[in-house]
């Protein structure tokens, strides 16, 4: 098992900048694919982007490419999400995601996840 805890979310003005962050416990973290997932008030989780054990491949929704960047550090049992040129839709909660097996971009495919960080964008 592994326990993810996200961090770095806030307040940040329209066109400005975040770098979310997503511990995980133990000593396995290179074998997890890890994704990060959003959910705003109403609507259903959406897929933001991924990346392989190794981080040597990353996938992102059209919504966010060009945008925002996600890289792990295995070293440190840490995936990060840096968010630049923020949008007031962009606004939500900000889940990461682990499994050992598949990357995909179904939410229902993960088996880890952390409580979830608030990102907020004011226009």
């Known amino acids: 098992q592994v326990q993810l805890v996200e961090s770095g979310g806030g307040l940040v003005q329209a066109g400005g900048s975040l770098r979310l962050s997503c511990a995980a416990s133990?000593?396995?973290?290179?074998?997890?694919?890890m994704a990060w997932f959003r959910q705003a008030p109403g609507k259903e989780r959406e897929f933001v982007a991924a990346i392989t054990k190794s981080g040597a491949s990353t996938y992102y929704a059209d919504s966010v490419k060009g945008r925002f960047t996600i890289s792990r550090d295995n070293a440190k049992n840490t995936v990060y999400l840096q968010m630049n040129s923020l949008k007031p839709e962009d606004t939500a909660v900000y889940y990461c995601?682990?499994?050992?097996?598949?990357?995909?971009?179904?939410?229902?495919?993960?088996?880890?996840w952390g409580q979830g960080t608030q990102v907020t964008v004011s226009s």
């Open positions: 133990g000593r396995t973290f290179s074998t997890y694919v």
């Open positions: 995601a682990a499994d050992r097996l598949v990357l995909t971009r179904i939410s229902n495919e993960y088996d880890y």
